[in-house]
């Protein structure tokens, strides 16, 4: 009960007001009395960032039999609220577990909802999005470069401002928008992100992320943003102003990380940026693709792996792990920290880049990588 007295009060000071609901839609949050007053606090603070339009209403496994007739409208919940709920016959593409402390896939839930409860029209928005692409992509196709290079944020990625990139079609990974002079050096034509919690997140590391990009915005005009669908609600309402240069794509049925985009604009169901975004993008430009920047775990590497200091946010970092613990739990387990690199880029990904190969595509890396797949493509003579 101490619990939901707490929301009680919370809510009829923070949220319930008839001036806070008056022109405000109502989202519905639901609890059980398992869960700790603390983790409900964080969680009701983060709904104001993915929802400022929208009110709260509270349900709770102690009146959830009320909503037998609105089964069929959403709930943000937390895990225990979300099991409860299961047994209780409720509809579970209805269901939105956002428990940081649980659920590891708890970012990637709140930006789901956000898609869901969009009023957007998403089929003229797609289409407004791949028309951007394909003009972007036969403007450049125009220069007639044999090559792409893309670049990632492993600690070479310094080196990267020694080198002349003119000769290829260039796309940047995420937060290579901290540092301009890096960014102004490889003049890159597309950027990527694809993190619910690194880029789209309520996180300082996002935040830092998007402030940064919103500069390079300002700065150069000749760059567009490639992110999948998911987090369209969110890109552009922080970067409405350049929605002519926003490229929001689905995720297909596919794995193929040579995927021509003009011809198939869907993302394969991969999860890392490297094949989700990265690789796709340059193998629709062109059959040759060089990599740097993408330096692998090194065994004495912490988390997923190194990133260059001056091309990432290592002190938000913390922040980052103490808002979605059960996504660093859950892919780099102190049992297995390699866990992930093992799923996103380990034997399947080879494969994939063999697939491609064996279709005619080249993947070459620059530089040495503690990653198999791509130090058996190194090649030192780059």
């Known amino acids: 009960m101490i619990i939901l007295n707490f929301l009680k009060t919370y809510f009829e000071q923070r949220f319930l007001s008839k001036s806070f609901l008056k022109n405000k839609k109502v989202i519905r949050f639901g609890i059980t009395d398992k869960d700790e007053e603390d983790k409900v606090s ?36 937390t895990d225990s609220f979300f099991n409860f709920a299961l047994n209780a016959g409720f509809d579970r593409d209805m269901l939105f577990n956002v428990d940081h402390e649980s659920n590891p896939v708890d970012g990637w839930e709140w930006n789901h909802l956000l898609m869901v ?10 289409m407004h999005s791949k028309s951007i692409f394909r003009k972007k992509c036969r403007e450049l196709m125009r220069n007639k470069l044999n090559r792409s290079y893309i670049f990632g944020t492993g600690p070479s990625l310094s080196d990267a401002i020694g080198m002349n990139w003119n000769d290829g ?34 996180t300082l590391y996002a935040e830092s992320f998007r402030n940064d990009l919103r500069s390079r915005f300002k700065e150069d005009p000749n760059f567009i943003f490639v992110y999948p669908y ?25 794995n193929m990380i040579n995927v021509n985009l ?22 629709t430009l062109s059959k040759e693709v060089y990599l740097w920047g993408f330096d692998g775990r090194n065994p ?17 970092m913390i922040d980052l792990q103490k808002k979605h613990p059960a996504f660093f739990a859950n892919n780099v387990p102190v049992n297995d920290p390699l866990k992930y690199v093992k799923e996103t880029l380990g034997e399947k990904f080879d494969l994939l880049l063999s697939n491609a190969e064996n279709s005619g595509w080249k993947y070459i890396m620059m530089h040495k990588s503690w990653t198999p797949a791509l130090q058996e493509r190194f090649k030192s003579s780059c």
């Open 42 to 77: 964080v969680l009701i603070n983060r709904v104001p960032f993915y929802f400022p339009s929208y009110g709260i209403d509270v349900v709770t496994d102690k009146n959830f039999i009320n909503l037998s007739g609105e089964k069929n409208l959403p709930i943000i919940c």
């Open 117 to 126: 409860l969009t009023s957007e029209d998403k089929k003229n928005r797609l």
């Open 169 to 202: 079609y260039r796309i940047v990974a995420n937060t290579i928008v901290k540092d301009p002079i890096l960014w102004k050096h490889i003049s890159p034509h597309i950027l990527v992100a694809g993190d619910a919690i690194y880029h789209f997140g309520n």
């Open 230 to 254: 998911d987090y369209d609600v969110i890109a552009c309402r922080e970067f409405g102003q350049y929605i002519d240069r926003l490229v929001p794509i689905p995720l297909g049925g596919h």
């Open 262 to 283: 003009l011809s198939n604009f869907q993302l394969p169901l991969l999860g890392n940026v490297l094949p989700l975004l990265l690789l796709p993008v340059a193998s």
């Open 300 to 316: 004495k590497d912490k988390l997923f792996w190194s990133n260059s200091k001056k091309h990432s946010y290592g002190e938000l």
